[in-house]
């Protein structure tokens, strides 16, 4: 059984399948699903043309689709079928955990199927695989299970851009063709800050504060404070503080030290084990002493193993739990030294002063350049911060940018939930993307989507909107908007202050959800005219009465008339189209009172009017189906059916237990009738407890009460079977419901 908890946690039960309508591809064999997943084994995603059902099961399925499994053969290998037919069957690739959720992304583009472990969708590739007959129709991603329960949560849907499209090719070319040229492209793009990490550091002379004197020749080796002071005890009371002098130490020996320190991994001859060992155990590095010692040991036990002039690799295998090489990860380092030598600025070398708050911080030059190229350039291109040791920066909040500090130097973001929390977490994605924090970034990324919410959306929206980097951001906050487009244009008026672009996309957005196509009208009326309050069209209409369209939307008069085509007039009731018809705003605006009078025309002709099948004006929303609406002939029940299932979304429920709608008969019921078998799912036959006379005559009849807002419909007939007084009442619906 599929369960949604409170956190929103969805459990696929074994051999059952999690289907919804918003888990959809927006164009048709191209997307991307990310998802977290808790399971023993058998994370299993569907991609498939139309939707199944909660008792699908792909095994079983006849029609084209596509299944990955993550974690199958209990969670030893991944496996891609082709409509029930295994392609891939690999060992030990992008398994899932029983221990906690993971993340994970499954891209599918015209039959490139791309899959990634990690919190940040297209990032982290593991596994690709080409279908050489693409299946370019899935649209819908189920979320299934094997014999086990699957927990997911943070379902998105996502589309492809064409900077993700464009990398993937690449890959494509170089696994699948072998192009070596492709290969030495896509290493000179990525050279670089990418490779960028402490190693850079070793030895080198950029920003070095003390230096080691070794060997008889007594040769100077530039090291960084912060950094031995992360990882051991340098810097003893004993010892001068800019100088390290090591008597009986050969630079070899202090080299493999430094390297070990610097890059997590190092070489040496098995006969200066025994000096590097001391040398660690001098200084308190200790990850180091316990490899010399453990590598040592293995030495006495099997010594026919080594020789003496055996080279012998150590590398520090404690690494953090965060995924890529971002400084400290996979180093010697200390965190919770670091982040004291942050608090106290031990050592530091650069202080950062902001406008307006003095004195903020004074953190180590080598820190922030290691996460940072527009950091590493101000200290090294020539700028006045490459000779002076103080910074100054304008317009940054300086909690967001202790926070960027906090997380240079322990690689986890803190930020405490509190009243400012999103603000700061805004503010902190836009000083990761002015600073190329590109780890930070991600992370306020992936924050900002999980807290997103209907009252942040538009706020998110109008700072992330021109940032290229925030393009993940953006997608999933428009989708947010136009699934609950009533409440985030009526809540507030926030919508008002998005750009054109944005607020278009929205109104153009195949997830649009409303309760009627009159508030999509008064919403881009609002916009337009830049309102302090939401605009119903009857109060612009008394506007424009004094005034003239060009002064009423002033600059966003142009827009008006861009956005206007989006809504679709042909779904207003026919009542509301004749009263705008007679408006001041269809006098004053000629291309509304061109949109209305083809609606009304449409309306006059039909459903069956040539051109309009193809034309999305005159095409229904989903969301804008209201209950007991005639939808056409031939249904089952038609709009009663509709009624009971909300259009097909649900299991049926009779409309008349649900009490939608209240059915009465002519005539007593007795154990033969039952009101409620009028809107039964199919026929059920029906008598009545004894004939009714009307002016001389024998009739029977039923009524209809669609609630308050509609009318009571009633029919009188002679002998007539009730299935065809049924078929007469759904015909007399359709023009009931063109004047709601």
């Not at 036959?685 to 419909?713: C, Y």
Request: glycine share 6%.
């Amino acid at each position: 059984m599929m369960e949604m908890n409170e956190k929103k946690f969805l459990t696929v039960a074994p051999f059952e399948c999690a289907w919804r309508k918003d888990l959809k591809f927006r164009e048709a064999g191209r997307g991307c699903v990310a998802f977290d997943a808790f399971a023993h084994n058998d994370v299993t995603v569907v991609f498939r043309e139309n939707v199944g059902s909660q008792h699908y099961h792909y095994k079983r399925d006849n029609s084209p689709h596509y299944t990955v499994i993550i974690g199958s053969h209990r969670n030893r290998r991944l496996k891609i079928e082709v409509d029930g037919k295994t392609v891939v069957d690999v060992v030990g690739v992008v398994l899932c955990c029983s221990s906690a959720f993971q993340s994970y992304w499954i891209s599918v583009y015209d039959g490139l199927i791309s899959i990634g472990k990690g919190r940040y969708p297209f990032q982290n590739l593991v596994f690709q695989w080409l279908d050489s007959n693409p299946n370019c129709s899935v649209q819908y991603v189920g979320l299934s299970s094997w014999d086990k329960h699957v927990g997911y949560r943070n379902v998105n849907v996502l589309p492809l851009t064409q900077n993700h499209i464009f990398l993937w090719k690449q890959v494509d070319c170089c696994e699948y063709r072998g192009d070596e040229e492709c290969d030495e492209e896509m290493e000179d793009e990525h050279a670089g800050f990418d490779d960028w990490g402490l190693g850079n550091f070793l030895e080198s002379c950029e920003w070095s504060d003390v230096f080691f004197i070794v060997g008889e020749e007594e040769r100077p080796v530039p090291a960084h404070k912060v950094i031995l002071q992360a990882c051991g005890n340098f810097l003893s009371s004993s010892l001068d503080g800019d100088v390290i002098p090591l008597q009986g130490v050969t630079y070899p020996t202090l080299h493999a030290l430094l390297q070990y320190i610097y890059t997590g991994q190092t070489q040496i001859s098995e006969s200066q084990l025994g000096s590097l060992l001391a040398l660690s155990s001098q200084f308190d590095v200790v990850p180091l002493v316990k490899q010399c010692e453990e590598t040592i040991e293995r030495f006495k036990q099997n010594k026919k193993l080594f020789d003496s002039g055996k080279i012998v690799e150590l590398s520090y295998t404690i690494f953090q739990p965060h995924s890529g090489t971002i400084f400290p990860a996979g180093l010697p380092v200390n965190p919770e030294k670091l982040r004291k030598l942050h608090l106290t600025g031990e050592h530091s070398d650069v202080s950062i002063y902001v406008e307006g708050h003095g004195l903020v911080a004074q953190p180590h030059r080598i820190i922030l350049s290691l996460w940072s190229v527009p950091f590493m350039k101000m200290f090294t291109n020539g700028m006045r911060e490459s000779h002076s040791s103080k910074v100054c920066l304008w317009d940054v909040s300086v909690e967001a940018f202790n926070a960027m500090l906090e997380f240079m130097y322990s690689a986890e973001l803190n930020v405490k939930e509190n009243m400012e929390f999103g603000t700061i977490l805004l503010q902190l994605l836009l000083l990761a993307d002015q600073f190329g924090v590109t780890p930070l970034h991600q992370e306020c990324c992936k924050m900002i989507i999980e807290c997103l919410s209907e009252d942040s959306v538009c706020t998110i929206l109008q700072v992330v909107s021109s940032i290229p980097s925030c393009q993940l951001i953006e997608e999933v906050c428009k989708r947010k908007f136009s699934m609950h487009f009533d409440y985030c244009t009526t809540a507030s008026l926030d919508f008002v202050l998005l750009d054109k672009t944005t607020f278009s996309t929205i109104i153009q957005h195949p997830d649009l959800t409303v309760t009627s196509e009159e508030r999509v009208l008064n919403a881009i009326l609002t916009w337009s005219m830049n309102a302090k309050e939401f605009c119903v069209g009857e109060l612009v209409d008394e506007l424009i009465v004094n005034s003239n369209p060009e002064l009423l939307f002033k600059e966003r008069f142009e827009s008006l008339n861009d956005l206007l085509p989006y809504v679709r007039f042909p779904l207003l009731s026919y009542v509301m189209l004749k009263k705008l018809e007679n408006s001041n705003l269809c006098r004053h605006i000629p291309i509304m009172d061109n949109l209305v009078k083809e609606a009304i025309g449409f309306l006059d002709i039909g459903l069956t009017g040539p051109g309009y099948d193809q034309n999305v004006r005159f095409q229904h929303r989903r969301s804008s189906f209201k209950e007991l609406q005639y939808i056409c002939d031939g249904d089952s029940n038609g709009v009663l059916y509709f009624a009971g299932t909300s259009y097909g979304d649900h299991q049926w429920v009779n409309p008349v237990l649900a009490k939608k709608i209240t059915i009465s008969a002519s005539s007593p019921t007795s154990r033969y009738t039952d009101p409620k078998a009028l809107a039964s799912r199919t026929y059920v036959g029906t008598s009545f407890a004894g004939p009714r006379i009307e002016n001389g005559r024998t009739t029977s009849w039923w009524m209809v009460d669609l609630g308050n807002d509609h009318q009571v419909l009633s029919l009188s007939f002679l002998y007539i079977s009730l299935y065809v007084a049924l078929e007469v009442i759904i015909k007399l619906l359709k023009p009931l419901v063109l004047c709601c």
